[in-house]
Nanobody, 117 residues
C-alpha cells in the first residue's frame, strides 16, 4: 500500500502562485508515475501533470507554460508549482501515484485550490 498526503492548497488572487506538495509513504519502491489531477464542481477529474521516476513529464494543454511538476525521489515527494493562476484553475487537486506498468493507482485526499479576487 501507498499513502499520499497533499498540502499547499488555498485561496489566491488571479495571477498569483501556489505550490502543492504530495508526500508518499508505504511501499515506495513500487511507484513509477506520480501526478496531479483536479476536479472542478460539476466536471470530471482531469490530468494536470505527471512525472515518471526518471523525470519525464506530461502536462495538460491548459497548464503548459504556467505549471511545473517536479519530484524529489529521495524525499518521495512530488511538487506542483502553479504560476499565473486563473479562476478556471479552481478545483480540488488530487495527488496520484501509480506503480510500474500502471498496474495499481493510489490517490491522496485532495487539497482545495481557489482562485478568486
Amino acid at each position: 500500500q501507498v499513502q499520499l498526503v497533499e498540502s499547499g492548497g488555498g485561496l489566491v488572487q488571479p495571477g498569483g502562485s501556489l505550490r502543492l506538495s504530495c508526500a508518499a509513504s508505504g511501499i515506495i519502491f513500487s511507484i513509477d508515475v506520480m501526478g496531479w489531477y483536479r476536479q472542478a464542481p460539476g466536471k470530471q477529474r482531469e490530468l494536470v501533470a505527471e512525472i515518471t521516476r526518471g523525470g519525464s513529464t506530461n502536462y495538460a494543454d491548459s497548464v503548459k507554460g504556467r505549471f511545473t511538476i517536479s519530484r524529489d525521489n529521495a524525499k518521495n515527494t512530488v511538487y506542483l508549482q502553479m504560476n499565473s493562476l486563473k479562476p478556471e484553475d479552481t478545483a480540488i487537486y488530487y495527488c496520484k501515484a501509480e506503480t510500474w506498468g500502471r498496474r495499481a493507482a493510489y490517490w491522496g485526499q485532495g487539497t482545495q485550490v481557489s482562485v478568486s479576487s
